[in-house]
């Protein structure tokens, strides 16, 4: 493969990489901690876009429960959106003949 076909290459996966960020941040995962007393929704450009807490959990007034819920959710959500970015950009990277391994995305 000469240069030019790798550089026709190089543009078109910057292209692909374009579009699947658009796509990513219209794209949410769920994730919930204490058996769905906290959930959050998580878009795929990893902003947290929602958040929901149980009134009961409120209403017990342990804070340090609410915080660990909180912190339990939110993570696993980060978790479930890294993993949907990581499967998208796999699909992108493997249809692009001799691109090498990717960083981050094994």
């Known amino acids: 493969m000469d240069f030019a076909e790798r550089f026709q290459q190089a543009l078109k996966l910057q292209e692909s990489m374009k579009k699947l960020h658009e796509e990513l941040s219209q794209k949410t995962v769920k994730a919930q901690a204490g058996a769905g007393m906290v959930s959050v929704v998580v878009s795929g450009d990893l902003q947290l876009v929602s958040l929901t807490i149980d009134k009961e959990i409120i209403n ?47």
């Open 60 to 106: 017990s007034a342990d804070m340090g429960m609410l915080n660990d819920l909180v912190v339990s959710a939110v993570n696993e959500g980060l978790r479930r959106a890294k993993d949907l970015v990581s499967t998208e950009m796999r699909g992108i990277a493997g249809g692009i003949a001799g691109i090498p391994n990717i960083p981050g995305l094994s």
